[in-house]
């Protein structure tokens, strides 16, 4: 492997690690304060993570799928 592979390799488990806490932040969402909110969302987005506002669209068409 060489070295460029690795520093590669080195960033991508760093960025997964972020997108992982990113995540996990939003099990304590509705207990953020609204600048706390607007902060997770704006990481979430500089990340790839899916926001509130996109996990609650899609909730709302699984439920519209599966009535």
């Known amino acids: ?8 390799k080195y960033e991508n488990e ?30 979430a987005k500089l990340t790839d993570v899916p926001t509130n506002q996109d996990i609650q669209k899609r909730l709302k068409q699984y439920h519209k799928d599966t009535a």
Request: charged fraction near 30%.
């Open 14 to 43: 760093k960025i997964k690690a972020i997108q992982d806490n990113v995540t996990d932040l939003y099990w304590e969402y509705d207990r953020m304060s609204s600048c706390g909110q607007k902060s997770l969302d704006a990481l």
């Open 1 to 8: 492997m060489t070295f460029e592979n690795e520093i590669e």
